[in-house]
């Protein structure tokens, strides 16, 4: 064979090649073979909801992609694993998500999902004799590392006067600390749900201030990897139809809704209710009043050195992805 001949085979077969590559491309872009992992902390959340009643799965099954959900404590696990890209999804409170900014990871916040103005407190003991934030002057403070709760114990100690290192913070996931709070190891435990209506109802536990308090919203985000958000959008769109799914089914069955997380948590019924009482659960585009409080949070905690980059948050809110799902929802 001439060596022109030998050149236009090869062409030929790298070309032929190119167009399987492609073709396998589009088979993982339709979601074949494709397997979307979310992030998830078991709460009183439309994200857990999500997954108890399948509504993920059944958006998925359509573009034949399957779900795998991974279950973590806290916000920054979460993020941890989301660098790593263990994981496409997530749903927390606003402080892991500056910590993660920050710290260089890239996401895409696509949804707000709650305000959390009253999902955010400092809990004492029952018997606890302190009145008043300035009485924390060192006492022992537990708060999960890099979580939500930081922000608010930042805060309250900024508006009494006082700095992060005049109280003892002891980092502890909420399993760890609630035994730390309930023997006293602790003095006081900033916390969410459903640990503060749990510990309220069965220990007896009382709020010190909550974010309501502070007129201190603590917004609770959906978040996607920027790399899965490129590869997979129409994915990203139809994970947020499944949230609207189950933000709709609480609205429409409470008491069913209750009954679910009671079962599923383990936890009363009353305490459930009380959660789902105080907590304005949603799936919405991230509005400028929500960019700017968020931005106020995250410039406290650079001041207060909290993280050590300064950070644009309006950077990684993409709110195109929940506009779409929300007008194709519509049009349907």
């Known amino acids: 064979m001439k060596p ?10 790298l070309v032929m090649a190119s167009l399987a590559g492609c073709g396998t491309k589009t088979s993982n872009t339709d979601g074949q073979n494709l397997t979307v992992n979310i992030g998830y902390i078991k709460n009183v959340a439309p994200s857990y909801l999500a997954k108890e009643k399948g ?24 993020f941890e694993a ?33 305000s959390g103005l009253k999902n955010n407190v400092l809990l004492l003991p029952k018997d606890s004799p302190i009145k008043s934030i300035q009485e924390l002057k060192d006492k022992k403070i ?33 399993s760890e600390a609630k035994p730390a709070f309930e023997n006293g190891t602790v003095d006081a435990w900033g916390i969410w749900e459903p640990f503060i209506s749990t510990e309220q109802a069965t220990v007896g536990a009382k709020i010190l201030v909550s974010g309501e308090d502070l007129k201190m919203p603590s917004p609770n985000f959906t978040v996607a990897s920027t790399k899965f ?10 994970y947020l139809k499944a949230l609207d799914e189950a933000v709709a089914w609480q609205t429409q069955n409470q008491n069913e809704a209750v009954d679910l997380y009671a079962q599923v948590l383990k ?14 659960f949603r799936n919405d585009p991230v509005s400028d009043d929500y960019i700017k409080e968020h931005q106020k949070t995250a410039d406290t905690l650079y001041d207060l050195g909290g993280v050590k980059n300064k950070v644009e948050v309006a950077k990684v809110i993409d709110n195109t992805f929940i506009t779409r799902a929300k007008q194709e929802t519509k049009t349907n």
């Open 142 to 174: 537990a708060v999960a590392k890099g979580s939500t709760s930081y922000n608010l114990i930042y805060r309250a100690l900024d508006q009494a006067g006082l700095q992060p290192s005049d109280v003892k913070l002891i980092q502890l996931a909420p």
């Open 55 to 78: 509504f993920v799965e059944k958006q998925f099954a359509a573009k034949g992609a399957k779900v795998n959900w991974v279950e973590f404590q806290t916000g920054p696990e979460e």
């Open 229 to 238: 958000a490129k590869e997979h959008p129409e994915f990203v769109e139809l």
């Open 82 to 114: 989301l660098s790593a890209n263990h994981i496409d999804f997530l749903a927390c409170g606003n402080t892991p998500v500056i910590v993660a900014q920050a710290a260089g990871i890239d996401f895409k916040i696509i949804s707000l999902y709650s």
């Open 267 to 280: 936890l009363d019924k009353a305490i459930v209710a009380n959660i789902v009482k105080n907590t304005d």
């Open 4 to 13: 022109n001949k030998w050149i236009v085979l090869l062409l030929s077969l």
